[in-house]
């Protein structure tokens, strides 16, 4: 009896206060910080908006900077982005307009997110300002997943608290709505960012304005016609571009070429001409921190000597071709923008003596493959090149002044306009010219940032005010084959190109792109007429 | 607060009870007096001594067993009754008259062994006093098929137990099912409960798209041979026991002991040879080339040069040939199980290894495990369940999709070149590598150490109260190796700068501690059998893992052969933990009606402390009818049991409570974003089920009938959410996602029925014929849910649907009317390309698909074929699934034929509808294509008279860029998935005694055995039976995107008993 009593205590006993620490059913993570634990200080909010530059940018900057932006935008020859060049989008494309759209919805989400946990921090530490600046970022990222969404589907949901709405109900906001709602972040951007960098890299108040610049310039067209632009938006844009250009201290690179090396611009060394770069790292992992822009560029992988390199069929658009062999002063930005067969790139490929060109069938992408790691300091990694994509730089900020001033005036021979436009020229090696029109403007624009995912974005702004135009802007672009053969011997060197003409205009149901179909099957209220967005209801 | 409470409550309760008993108890001490020794013999039905059996006196715990030649010695006195048990027969009780010292005992076979134990959740059971629905799988229904894991044995053998596996690859976990999913994103893999060791798998996952590292999981490192009975909880008064983790049911294993007597030596050995698959046809040289061809005419990618006469080409290369061989798996175990009255113990040892059919796959395993039970004192007993295995699974060929390699590498690119070099294309864009190079190449491979066991002390406080305290856990450690060099086959380069290794090491434990005090009486009539329980457990996982690429030389794997700038590591840790309160009361009136009634209390580490404890309660009856007077007279029937039972249990497989943050790596050092919606309201799932059913024996328990009906609702799903994208969130990895909430939004409804019947057809001394046939049939239903839950497998045209109405997972896509036959046959049709018009290039042609205007967005025919057009075009799920068995012995020969069969289920051929489509000019066709459409021209100009040249056939035109969108996913591409398969056929012959007792040996046994003889099925692919697996957070049934195959096998087997 006794030792079953003994050992029945002692066992009964271990087995039934095994349990009895008060915490042991309370597991939070272990290996990952919560957002109820973080945001309290300076290092804390500025790591918190850090990645707004990087990895929720990822599929726009690998699928929607090309397709949407420069495959519709008429720049583009590409075997695998037909749909987009000749304006048949399906719903149901998996590969590019889903990833596209996700994005930037991503961005939003995230934005809005951050900007929560930075207000709702318990115990914060935060200097106000560092705090102000982290919500300017946020605000600024935000606006920027907006301009890509109404400009590629006009009217969309306005999310701005993603708990709050987490519902399939949302109705989709009027474009009006949205526009609105992209100048009001930004300007919160420019009251709360700083005039200089607090980090190399890190958005400014410049920033934030040269966006509102563009942004007033586009707005001013919309519900309006040509020679009727809103003059108060028109002014808003000229008042922005020039407190940029004026106080900003940045100015153009003496080189157009150097702009687009790894070098110049990568996340630790951004240069004075960007105001605002997606900042890549060397590494992949996690996915999605990484520029893949190379990888699917570079015509061959003997130049990224990272295993990708599948560039073979992607190129110039036989209209940006025909642009280049009509122009034929243009070449600096030519050879820096796209590879004509018989061009030598000696920083390509440095250790098998740098890249020679033989390719006829096509002019390969220049921009933005900068070649291996080792032509990089050894930085770089498969789909991962070392270098930054501009989402603005100063030179677009230059001409959009320009067009500000010139506003609803046909032509301008305003000194100012001039000045700046003719300072994008130079650096170029093109000649400078003494009046302007719209049109000289918009075609400087498309050479100036070819590739760089803004011809879109162009034609949608002359869209709105003059959608004829736009209409037949894109139906006189060639979007065929072409064959391109270096002259031998020529000096300064020629080309024969034969062109195989393909025309496809956009129209009035192509201009936006189809929601996806899984997005229509989850939220068939985004097939209902768009509503304004109520802004009392913001926070 | 409130459930430390409640805990405390318990505790004092159970204390008190303790107590209570504890006063009442009295002494148990028996002694016989006037006993004499009495020796016998027990014999079997076919004069066999048997060996083992128990031999005891009536009432006392005087018992012993019998040794190797079926004899025994006991003590007992005249009066008392000797009971003579064995496993199979009826027990026998004979009263001791007189001055008998001998006896010789001839025991009758129970076909229905009604008065077994079985394994029941927490304790065990007599099988008649069972209100549950319940199946055992026994050890020698394991060892008749070949099994590389336990899992696989479980196919067939029950009723509603689903088992599918959708890799051959050697050591791939399998799925089973038990009464269909009840979960859609999280695991529908029941509980496994091993000598009371608790693990619940993931899904498994095998896609190509989205491979994992491994394919096995734990479960794979245990012996099936160690096995001695499967027990499939299904009931909901059986599982509601295990709670929270009982929804998907529970499978309790239970591992072979010693028993008393001398120790047993049994060696086993099996060879096997793996047979090579069917290849699924593709195109030859001739045929490829001949297709190059057409596609340069119609102004695709231009030919080779060579192909310019495809007449005097040779076959060129037969890809699955060069790939698949016939290897070999081998088995080896030695099994040592013994002891005396007070002791035994049962050890075994195994050696197991699998060569793949294709290189660079393959699954080893070496187990031992060490099963002790000791009775220390008469009210102390205790044992040990101690196992350890290192298991190793090959995963080159999985991991680098080699087998759709194969399929889609075309025919003129050598294997080997003439200098013995692999052979590849000329150039890398667009081209495909050489699937027999690389997995020989690659060095993946994954490594296993675990171990599984516990210890367990059970105290006899007194007659019928036992203080049951057990404590176990599994420990594994797991190492993964890639390593993937450069290389250059003749122009196909992988650059050495991208030659990568990784590493990863993790390291996973579980415990539980569980002190249960159980009490079983009997009064008269009544007979109470009553638990209570407490029972902690813990868990966690920690790993570390790194890659390196840029390797110089490919002899050093290691990360240090790398370069140290791309260098990345990581690592990980998490853990969880459960507590819970439970008991069960089963009451028995006069042997007739059982009442059973179960409780638990359980709460867990992943739900918020608000949500944190549920409650799931069971209650069950059965009736015995046929102990009721009025049935007596019916001698027909043995025993009829009818049993109603409902019960709540539950499922807390979920996480998100935590809005956790995920760590980027940024240009200003590490940053961090939100990784998820965070749900701190998340709570329990709760599944209800009504499960009735019935046992019947008749004829001398020849026929035996198992039939069960349930209706189980699942309400709350634990579901991670799909939104609408603008939310911001994803369902799997995208950069910079945030995963959707989980929540308990959803709810789904699962009906069905199963039907076991055994018979025993002809039973005489020399001829034996029995069949076993199991039956199911489930039916699974959405109920409701916030949004249907809609995905694409690999961003393609391959879509599933899960919503209201329907069973989860419906494969969607358009339904084809045929070819465009002429020009007007276009005109009068749907607009179907994106372009609108028609054309040879860029829209519309003859020879292209023509797809049915099924609706538009008013829900009636538009004219436009867009995705208002999709509709379900396959059910992935099984109409109903049955396992046969037939086995025959005919003197010392058995004959075993196992048949399996699943009808009814869909199969989206994806593999089949890319090989058709084609990936581009590079890769090869299937050898179907080769009856492609052709258009009478291909020219814009000719579209008033062109026709098609060749209708009957279902292969679209050429057509470079698609621009009709033949890719629409169709009702071509799903194909029935039913099969009928000769699962196993087994001969095998038992050597008599007189012939090997020479060779010191006490039994032996030689079987030959085919395994999967034949399938019948319509299937094209590889193999009809293609599970379940995870994709990307869902459910995704049913597709075939590449399956490794499972082929024929021919064993040869021998089992010596020394």
Not at chain 2, 479 to 496: A, D, K, L, M, T
Not at chain 2, 627 to 656: C, P, T, W
Not at chain 2, 880 to 899: A, E, M
Request: contains cysteine; charged residues 15%.
């Amino acid at each position: 009896m006794k030792p079953i009593l003994k050992y029945t205590i002692i066992i009964a006993g271990v087995a039934f206060l095994q349990s009895c620490k008060k915490d042991f059913l309370n597991r939070p993570p272990i290996d990952q910080v919560t957002s109820g634990n973080f945001y309290k200080s300076d290092e804390e909010v500025l790591a918190g908006t850090a990645p707004l530059y990087n990895i929720v940018w990822f599929d726009y900057n690998d699928k929607a900077l090309l397709a949407f932006g420069e495959a519709r935008g008429g720049n583009l020859n590409s075997n695998d982005r037909t749909a987009y060049i000749q304006f048949k989008t399906s719903s149901t494309d998996q590969s590019t307009l889903l990833p596209g759209y996700k994005s930037f919805y991503k961005i939003v989400a995230q934005s809005n997110l951050t900007m929560q946990n930075i207000n709702n921090a318990v115990g914060s530490t935060a200097s106000t300002t560092i705090k102000n600046m982290g919500l300017g970022e946020c605000h600024f990222m935000r606006a920027m997943g907006y301009y890509y969404l109404v400009n590629n589907w006009g009217a969309v949901p306005i999310i701005y608290d993603n708990i709050g709405q987490l519902s399939n109900n949302n109705p989709r906001n009027t474009i009006e709505s949205v526009w609105q709602f992209i100048i009001m972040d930004l300007r919160f951007a420019a009251d709360n960012l700083p005039a200089t960098p607090y980090q190399q890299g890190r958005l400014t108040k410049y920033s934030a304005e040269g966006m509102l610049a563009k942004m007033y310039l586009t707005r001013s067209g919309l519900n309006a016609s040509e020679g009727a632009r809103t003059q108060s938006d028109l002014d808003s844009a000229k008042y922005y571009a020039a407190d940029v250009i004026n106080n900003s201290s940045l100015s153009l690179l003496p080189k157009y070429n150097d702009l687009f090396t790894s070098a110049n611009n990568n996340s630790s060394n951004n240069n004075k001409e960007s105001l605002f770069a997606l900042q890549w790292m060397p590494v992949a992992t996690p996915w999605g921190v990484n520029n893949s822009f190379q990888a699917y560029l570079a015509f061959d992988p003997k130049i990224t000597q990272t295993g990708d390199g599948w560039g073979a069929a992607q190129g110039g658009s036989a209209d940006l071709v025909k642009y280049f062999i009509n122009n034929p002063a243009d070449s600096i930005r030519r050879k820096a923008t796209i590879m004509f067969q018989g061009d030598y790139y000696p920083e390509l490929d440095q250790k098998d003596g740098g890249t020679n060109v033989t390719n006829n069938y096509i002019a390969n992408i220049k921009k933005f493959v900068i070649g291996s790691p080792a032509d990089n300091g050894g930085k770089g990694a498969f789909m991962a090149a070392y270098v930054n994509t501009y989402m603005m730089r100063l030179a677009e900020v230059y001409l959009i002044y320009a067009e500000a001033i010139m506003g609803n005036a046909s032509s301008t021979s305003d000194a100012e306009a001039l000045k700046y436009f003719n300072a994008v020229r130079e650096r170029a090696g093109m000649p400078d010219k003494s009046s302007i029109t719209f049109d000289d403007i918009f075609q400087e624009k498309r050479v100036e940032t070819a590739l760089e995912g803004n011809a879109w974005y162009d034609i949608m702004r002359l869209y709105y005010f003059n959608p004829a135009k736009a209409k037949a802007y894109t139906a006189a672009q060639d979007k065929g084959n072409y064959t391109i053969n270096y002259n031998a011997g020529s000096s300064p060197r020629t080309w024969t190109v034969v062109y195989t003409p393909e025309y496809y205009g956009l129209t009035d149901q192509t201009v936006y792109l189809p929601y996806p179909e899984a997005e229509m099957v989850a939220a068939p209220s985004l097939a209902e007429p768009p509503v304004p967005f109520d802004f009392s209801k913001l926070p | 607060m409130r459930q430390i409470k409640i805990a405390q409550k318990l505790k004092v309760l159970l204390w008190t009870f303790t107590c209570c008993v504890l006063l009442a108890l009295n002494s148990s001490a028996q002694n016989a007096s006037g006993a004499r020794k009495i020796t016998g013999k027990i014999i079997s039905n076919k004069g066999d001594a048997v060996e083992g059996a128990t031999v005891s006196v009536k009432g006392t715990k005087n018992a012993t067993t019998t040794d190797a030649n079926g004899t025994f010695t006991i003590y007992a006195a005249t009066g008392e009754t000797i009971v003579v048990s064995y496993v199979g027969f009826t027990a026998v009780e004979t009263k001791l008259t007189g001055s008998t010292s001998s006896l010789n005992i001839s025991l009758k076979e129970d076909f229905a062994s009604l008065n077994d134990v079985v394994v029941v959740g927490y304790g065990k059971m007599k099988k008649t006093d069972l209100s549950s629905s319940q199946v055992t799988v026994t050890a020698a229904d394991i060892s008749k098929t070949v099994n590389t894991t336990f899992d696989q044995a479980l196919q067939g053998r029950a009723a509603n137990v689903y088992v599918s596996s959708n890799s051959g690859q050697p050591g791939a976990a399998s799925s089973v099912i038990i009464r269909g999913i009840s979960s859609l994103t999280g695991s529908t893999q029941p509980l496994y409960v091993i000598d009371g060791v608790q693990i619940k798998p993931d899904n498994p996952a095998d896609d190509l798209y989205n491979h994992p590292s491994g394919f096995s999981n734990i479960l794979s490192g245990i012996n099936p041979d160690d096995i001695e009975t499967m027990n499939i909880l299904q009931g909901p008064s059986a599982t509601a026991i295990f709670g929270a983790a009982g929804a998907n049911g529970v499978i309790m294993i239970t591992t072979k002991r010693g028993k008393a007597g001398e120790t047993k030596i049994s060696l086993n050995t099996l060879w096997t040879i793996q047979d090579r698959p069917d290849y699924i046809p593709v195109m030859n040289l001739p045929e490829y080339a001949k297709y190059r061809n057409e596609i340069a005419k119609v102004g695709g990618t231009a030919s080779d040069p060579t192909f310019a006469d495809p007449s005097v080409l040779g076959e060129g290369t037969n890809w699955q040939a060069a790939l698949f061989r016939r290897t070999l798996l081998q088995k080896h175990s030695l099994a040592l199980s013994g002891g005396t009255d007070k002791t035994n113990f049962y050890f075994s040892g195994e050696y197991f290894n699998q060569d793949g059919i294709a290189p660079g796959s393959g699954f080893s395993r070496a187990s031992a495990r060490l099963n002790l039970d000791n009775q220390t004192r008469k009210w102390l007993k205790i044992g040990a369940t101690l196992s350890i295995n290192q298991t190793k699974e090959k995963v080159n060929t999985t991991n680098a999709g080699i087998i759709s390699l194969a399929i889609q590498q075309n025919p003129s690119i050598p294997v080997k070149n003439p200098d013995g070099t692999w052979g590849g294309p000329s150039t890398t864009q667009f081209q495909f590598s050489n699937p027999v190079a690389l997995a020989n190449l690659y060095h993946d491979y994954n490594k296993a150490s675990s171990f599984i066991g516990g210890v367990y002390a059970d105290i006899t406080l007194m007659k019928g109260l036992v203080l049951h305290n057990e404590a176990n856990g599994s420990y594994e450690y797991y190492n993964s190796y890639q390593f993937h060099p450069g290389y250059n086959f003749n122009g196909y380069v992988v650059p050495s700068t991208s030659a990568s290794s990784a590493r990863a090491a993790s390291n996973n434990f579980w415990w539980n501690f569980n002190t249960r005090l159980q009490y079983d009486t009997r009064i008269n009539k009544h007979a109470v059998s009553a638990m209570i329980a407490h029972e902690s457990q813990s868990w966690g996982y920690e790993s570390l893992s790194g890659s390196r690429l840029n390797f110089v030389t490919y002899a050093v794997e290691e990360l240090s052969g790398g370069d140290q700038t791309t260098s990345i590591a990581n690592s990980g840790r998490g853990d969880g933990a459960k507590e819970s309160y439970f008991g069960r009361v089963n009451y028995t009136y006069n042997d007739r009606y059982i009442l059973q009634g179960t409780y638990r209390y359980d709460g867990s580490s992943n739900f918020g402390t608000n949500k944190q404890w549920g409650s799931f309660p069971s209650v069950s009856v059965a009736w015995r009818v046929s102990q009721e007077n009025f049935m007596k007279n019916i001698h027909a029937i043995n025993d009829l049991k009818l049993r109603v039972e409902y019960g709540l249990s539950g499922n807390s497989n979920a996480g998100g409570i935590y809005a956790k943050l995920q760590a980027v790596p940024t240009g200003w050092g590490t940053g961090f974003l939100s990784q998820n919606f965070a749900n701190p309201n998340l709570q329990w799932e709760s599944d209800k089920t009504l499960n009735v059913g019935f046992d019947l024996h008749m004829f001398n328990n020849r026929i035996e009938v198992i039939a069960d009906a349930y209706i189980k609702k699942i309400d709350k799903l634990l579901t991670t959410n799909p939104y609408a994208f603008y939310n911001g969130g994803d369902i799997s990895y995208s950069p910079g996602y945030i995963s959707w909430p989980t929540t308990n939004v959803g709810s789904m409804e699962n009906k069905g029925f199963g039907v076991t019947v055994n018979t025993v057809n002809i039973s005489n001394k020399n001829f034996e014929w029995k069949t076993g046939l199991n039956f199911s049939l489930d039916r699974n239903k959405i109920t409701n849910l916030l949004t249907p839950i809609n995905y694409a497998y690999a961003a393609s045209q391959a879509e599933f649907l899960t919503e209201v109405g329907q069973p989860a997972s419906l494969i969607t896509g358009y339904i084809a009317e045929g070819l465009f036959q002429d020009y007007q046959d276009i005109q009068n049709h749907a607009v179907q390309a994106s372009s609108g018009v028609i054309s040879p290039q860029q829209g519309t042609w003859v020879g292209d698909i023509k797809f049915k205007d099924i609706s538009g967005p008013d829900g009636k025919p538009d004219g436009i074929i867009d995705h208002n057009d999709r509709v379900v075009i396959g059910n992935p799920w099984p109409k109903y699934t049955f396992g046969f068995n037939n086995s025959f012995s005919y003197k010392r020969f058995d004959l075993n034929i196992f048949i399996v069969g699943s009808i009814g289920n869909d199969i989206l051929n994806y593999s089949r509808y890319q090989n058709e489509l084609g990936t581009g000019p590079f890769g090869n066709y299937l050898k179907s294509v080769s009856n492609f459409a052709i258009p009478s021209s291909y020219n814009l100009a000719d579209s008033g008279t062109v026709t098609l040249t060749n209708p009957g056939y279902a292969i679209p035109r050429i057509a470079p860029g698609d621009p009709n969108g033949n890719n629409r996913i169709n009702q071509w591409d799903i194909e029935s998935g039913s099969y009928v398969r000769i699962k196993n056929v087994s001969l095998s012959y038992n050597f008599p005694n007189h012939m090997i007792t020479k060779l010191a040996l006490k039994g032996l046994r030689v079987s030959a055995n085919v395994q999967n003889l034949v399938t019948i099925t319509k299937y094209k692919g590889y193999d009809p039976e293609v599970g379940m697996v995870n994709y990307g957070g869902t459910i995704m049934a049913g597709v075939d995107t590449g399956r490794y195959p499972s082929v024929r096998m021919y064993c040869f087997n021998v089992v010596a008993d020394f």
